[in-house]
């Protein structure tokens, strides 16, 4: 039944292009107007984070970097329809919301119209947990969840909404949210196709040039997965973040890598998030003095770290600003980690597995280490 609704909806779609019958996106003030009510979940501010070991490692990266963040409103909406794996939202009138930062760039070709007369029907209160990637764990972690940390006060005065997946499953996400205290009979999902929903509640994800949300924001998540993860471990040796398990862009020398940390550190622990339940890597990022490994969602665990040498593998050239390493490094430094991205000046096609220069890896280690070693004597 699925596949026939997916495909009455991808057909659906591709009429309506062929048509030329574009997408109508409300603006701010429709949505507003739309809304049985509104409120401010995060307010727009800055913060400078000095960036003194990527700078000092590439004088060409900036000694210091701005983080900014907007202001994002949640919205209440009555009859909204979701539509498709993500979740798009349409207003009652048909106008679609596109606010939200993941859909600047994508096209409105991919995201599937409506078909009321095949809608499955939710009748309870669902605040509104879907959209782009929701999949990952990366986007997951650092794109939505902070919406329902943002949230969470006003939903529990709301009397606790159900919260809304996307129709793809991930048996993670619910680890996610009970972590913040979402059981997962709270948790409902949305049909492939046409979802209806009574009252919903909605707010784009919350960030904009630096990718992330507002420090406090991420303060709360950090704080309640600490919590959850119990006490942390008297020593923790350095960790090499592993994609030996990645479908993608592996890590070829990995083991050459390991050894050099190895060399000059006293010891290297190789970790496969996938082999580890979530208290466990939780207390291994948030205890290690010294956090290794080539680009990847396993980053989004520098979350839960502090007072370490977070170094990221990137294939860009030194003065790129490849989009999730830079996230990822400000995410390190955010939280008083000495972070810097360690660029291998070879671009790479976009899911080939490469080697980072092992030369390169034990100067720059070297000189990372010596520079952490003045605050962390």
Not at 8 to 35: C, I, K
Not at 237 to 251: E, F, G, I, T
Not at 277 to 288: C, G, H, N
Request: glycine fraction near 6%; include cysteine; aromatic fraction near 8%.
């Amino acid at each position: 039944m699925n596949k026939l609704i997916r495909l009455a909806h991808d057909f659906h779609t591709r009429a309506a292009v062929l048509l030329g019958r574009g997408l109508r996106h409300a603006t701010t003030e429709e949505a507003r107007a739309a809304a049985l009510k509104s409120w401010t979940l995060q307010t727009a501010g800055t913060r400078t984070l000095d960036n003194k070991l990527e700078h000092t490692l590439y004088d060409v990266c900036p000694a210091q970097i701005d983080m900014h963040w907007k202001e994002v409103v949640c919205h209440e909406f009555a009859n909204a329809c979701l539509t498709g794996d993500d979740g798009a939202v349409f207003l009652s009138s048909g106008l679609h919301l596109k606010d939200c930062p993941s859909l600047a760039r994508h096209p409105d070709r991919k995201i599937r119209r409506p078909l009321r007369l095949l809608a499955q029907k939710i009748a309870e209160p669902c605040f509104h947990l879907a959209g782009r990637n929701y999949e990952n764990h990366g986007h997951f972690l650092l794109h939505h969840l902070p919406r329902l940390l943002a949230a969470h006060n006003d939903l529990a005065a709301m009397g606790n909404p159900r919260i809304l997946l996307g129709n793809r499953e991930k048996r993670w996400q619910t680890r996610y949210l009970a972590a913040v205290g979402t059981p997962p009979e709270q948790v409902r999902r949305a049909g492939s196709g046409t979802t209806l929903v009574k009252r919903l509640f909605y707010t784009p994800q919350m960030w904009t040039d630096t990718a992330l949300a507002a420090p406090e924001i991420l303060l709360r998540i950090r704080t309640t997965f600490l919590a959850c993860a119990g006490p942390l471990p008297d020593a923790q040796p350095p960790v090499l973040v592993s994609r030996a398990d990645a479908p993608d862009r592996r890590l070829l020398n990995e083991r050459d890598i390991a050894a050099e940390m190895e060399r000059q550190w006293g010891a290297c622990e190789v970790l496969e998030l996938s082999k580890l339940d979530f208290a466990t890597q939780v207390r291994k990022f948030a205890a290690a003095p010294l956090i290794v490994g080539a680009l990847g969602q396993g980053f989004a665990n520098l979350l839960v770290s502090s007072n370490a040498l977070c170094l990221i593998l990137d294939t860009e050239v030194k003065w790129g600003e490849s989009y999730f390493s830079q996230t990822f490094r400000d995410l390190g430094l955010l939280h008083g980690n000495l972070a810097s991205r360690l660029f291998a000046d070879r671009p790479i096609q976009k899911r080939e597995h490469w080697s980072y220069p092992i030369d390169k890896f034990k100067e720059e280690l070297a000189r990372a280490t010596s520079l952490w070693k003045q605050h962390h004597p």
